[in-house]
């Protein structure tokens, strides 16, 4: 529900002010971008994208998360992606296509001693649905949301392997373009 604000929030100030700012962006052939976001409420994700067209990118982005409670979590992923820009002004709606490797290891306190070390690999394809806005020539801020199909499967035997569709994805992120 909170990234449903946020998007929401970031949907009305992009409509609000999309006549006042510059009708020239960096959404251009060659045009390389360095993104820093928030995927799926979990962690930070630092990725990068090429435009090799006007309108369409290839992006790929690491991520980490880190958690501390009763137990420890650690999230690494590694993600690629197409994307397709449905319009170059300032306020830009694009669709896409992502795949994604995440490993998560979560460390449990044993009774009566020691620990235990789950673990499980996830491969994951979603379609997602966005809009990008930007600030300035080079600077915007984006929010996507999409569907998710990801097969789950569990390492060390802690669980069954899983498939699942319609798992929710979204994220948001501030992205940086260089000539």
Not at 65 to 72: I, L, W
Not at 110 to 134: C, I, N
Request: proline share 2%; with cysteine; hydrophobic share 40%.
């Amino acid at each position: 529900m909170k990234f449903v604000k946020i998007l929401f929030v970031v949907i009305c100030v992009g409509l609000a002010t999309a006549g006042t700012a510059s009708a020239e962006n960096s959404l251009k052939s060659g045009a390389k971008g360095l993104s820093f976001g928030i995927k799926d409420n979990n962690g930070i994700e630092i990725s990068g994208r090429l435009f090799v067209n006007n309108d369409v990118a290839v992006l790929a982005g690491v991520g980490l998360d880190h958690k501390t409670n009763d137990e420890t979590t650690t999230d690494y992923s590694l993600s690629g992606g197409v994307r397709k820009y449905l319009g170059k002004a300032d306020l830009a709606p694009f669709f896409g296509v992502n795949a994604s490797f995440s490993r998560r290891e979560v460390i449990v306190a044993a009774f009566p001693a020691g620990t235990d070390v789950e673990s499980e690999r996830t491969f994951g394809l979603d379609g997602v649905f966005g809009l990008e806005y930007f600030f300035a020539r080079q600077v915007s801020a984006e929010a996507q949301v999409g569907v998710e199909l990801s097969s789950i499967h569990n390492v060390n035997g802690s669980g069954a392997d899983v498939t699942e569709f319609g798992t929710f994805s979204s994220g948001v992120t501030v992205n940086f373009y260089f000539p």
